[in-house]
């Protein structure tokens, strides 16, 4: 089909960029580790879409299953434990778990009561990470190292952290598509435009969203263990619900209508801050305004720029 | 006597001091398409909730092809072969009609915890989706989104749907509610069409189209059961034309 190929253009092209960027002048130590955050959050607000935009139910709790990916990493780097074959599961069905526990009781709701269980579960996660002394409470806690891969130190390497970013994010993407068109991304999707209707022939929407809940889950807990060890520390920041509320608002940027407008709203917010920090240390005052605009003008988000363009150009 | 699809046993609803449903006990048999009829506020709409699933009476029974359904919410009785259309459209509007309906093939056939395999390449659902869209004249309309759809093609896929899910009984809200003369006769005809292949409990508001169409009339008045029978000893009982027919039709 021409139109599902021309919607794999764009993820393609910035995938290729992405892997290309340390040989186009991009590979100097900050941009690399700019690419890398962008990369990694981009996994997080994957994942974070996954329940927005696919499930249809607005989370303002992500941040926690992103630190608690973070905080598995720091549990059992503090027990000696760096391979990363252990520690990525580990923070994956740590985050997974607390996705399913809480989701549970969350998805009994809908619309804003679910945004506020969220938050309230967000803001449990991120008092608990504070409390916890043995792992540096509010101060955090640095990673003696990287984690290792097959006993390698391939995380280490520049070069090598970045292809993992980049080779996991694009796998988590075609992952979502994969996950968005079968049956049960079907039933998922129905039950976000019609829950009467998906039940009246025979589905109960609460197990699949429950399960769609626990996968985005799991996914942010990898992007923690990502993040982790980009940065080699851990604080309780990670599980702030200001987090949760930039993560949601770089699905928002990028575009509810599809997954890729997750990876793009992420690196989005992340290259605009960057830029408008060279720019002026009060670069806070000219994001706002920026993003407000964003909001009113661009209805599909940065994902339907293109076709909004082309609207405009017939209908003018 | 065939063992009916749908028995309803002595219903009652309250809501607060108001007696909704008051006692009302019908069957509707295999292949028969059964009418309630009744004035505005009479309590068709809270009955529909109670035979569907998405309402609990207070007191009495669904019984569904033999078994007690009254505690069963609206997705368990729909895997039971309890199809129901709504009163106000209700379709995915955002899905094209294929898929509305493949939708609803995926309800009876097999696991929907499948998560790598694109649905819409199952050809099993598409065939079955088609049948359906076929049987209700949509055919030509199956990549359309539903939202595109005119009003009366968005109640024939409301049919569909339900048919797409080979039920026992169609529970039919208001099928013809806001269809205009042309849509609501090309719609009997569709219903005449399904006459002896289903159950159907059909609540209608257009008196000609249920003295067309239904085998069998109950007359509900104030949440009673006024009187039950053949539609013409509907139409001739005095107590009914003074309840509920009205001037115009006794005339």
């Not at chain 1, 890398?36 to 303002?60: F, K, T």
């Amino acid at each position: 089909m021409p139109a599902s190929r021309r919607a794999a253009t764009l993820p393609l092209l910035l995938f290729a960029l992405l892997a290309a960027a340390p040989f186009l002048g991009l590979g100097e130590g900050w941009m690399m580790t700019l690419l890398a955050r962008g990369m990694i959050l981009g996994l997080a607000a994957l994942s974070l879409w996954l329940v927005v935009g696919g499930a249809g139910l607005v989370s303002l709790g992500h941040a926690a299953m992103l630190g608690i990916g973070a905080y598995a990493v720091v549990a059992l780097d503090e027990a000696r434990i760096t391979e990363a074959l252990v520690v990525a599961p580990a923070a994956i069905g740590a985050a997974a778990l607390f996705a399913l526990l809480t989701g549970a009781v969350a998805l009994r709701t809908a619309g804003v009561p679910f945004i506020m269980i969220t938050l309230a579960f967000g803001q449990m996660a991120f008092f608990t990470a504070a409390s916890l002394a043995f792992y540096g409470g509010d101060d955090g806690y640095t990673l003696y190292a990287r984690s290792t891969l097959a006993g390698g130190r391939w995380l280490e390497n520049r070069l090598g952290f970045h292809y993992l970013c980049l080779a996991l994010l694009a796998g988590a993407f075609l992952f979502c598509h994969l996950l968005l068109a079968s049956r049960f991304g079907r039933v998922l999707r129905a039950a976000r435009e019609n829950p009467l209707r998906v039940q009246a022939v025979g589905f109960s929407p609460y197990p699949y969203r429950l399960l769609a809940y626990g996968i985005a889950g799991g996914m942010a807990g990898l992007a923690g263990f990502l993040l982790a060890n980009a940065t080699e520390f851990v604080a309780p920041s990670f599980l702030a619900w200001q987090r949760s509320g930039e993560l949601l608002f770089m699905v928002i940027l990028g575009g509810l209508g599809s997954p890729f407008g997750a990876v793009l709203g992420a690196l989005a917010l992340l290259l605009l801050e960057e830029g408008l920090g060279h720019l002026t240390p009060h670069w806070r005052l000219l994001l706002g305004p920026l993003l407000v605009l964003a909001v009113l003008f661009l209805r599909g988000g940065l994902v339907g720029l293109p076709a909004q363009l082309a609207g405009t150009r017939r209908h003018g | 006597m065939v063992e009916p699809v749908l028995r309803l046993d002595g219903l009652r609803k309250r809501f607060g001091g108001l007696t909704v449903t008051d006692a009302v006990s019908l069957a509707v048999a295999p292949g028969e398409i059964h009418a309630v009829i009744g004035p505005n506020g009479a309590g068709k709409t809270t009955l529909i909730h109670q035979v569907s699933g998405t309402l609990r009476p207070d007191a009495g029974r669904v019984l569904f092809a033999g078994q007690d359904v009254t505690g069963l919410p609206l997705a368990r009785r729909a895997r039971l072969g309890l199809a129901r259309s709504f009163q106000i459209t209700s379709v995915l509007p955002g899905f094209s009609a294929l898929e509305n309906v493949a939708l609803a093939v995926q309800g009876r056939s097999g696991s929907s915890f499948r998560f790598l395999r694109p649905a819409a390449a199952e050809a099993m659902l598409n065939e079955a989706a088609m049948a359906a869209l076929a049987q209700t004249g949509l055919a030509g309309r199956a990549a359309v989104p539903a939202a595109a759809l005119s009003h009366g093609e968005r109640r024939q896929l409301e049919l569909a749907i339900a048919l797409a899910m080979q039920p026992r009984l169609l529970l039919l809200d208001e099928p013809l509610a806001g269809t205009g003369p042309e849509e609501a006769e090309r719609l009997v005809a569709l219903l005449q069409g399904l006459r002896g292949r289903y159950a159907i409990l059909l609540v209608e508001h257009d008196m000609a189209a249920v003295f067309a169409l239904a085998d069998r009339v109950s007359v509900l008045v104030q949440g009673r059961l006024l009187a039950s029978g053949a539609p013409a000893a509907i139409r001739a009982d005095p107590a009914v034309r003074v309840a509920y027919l009205g001037e115009d039709e006794a005339a």
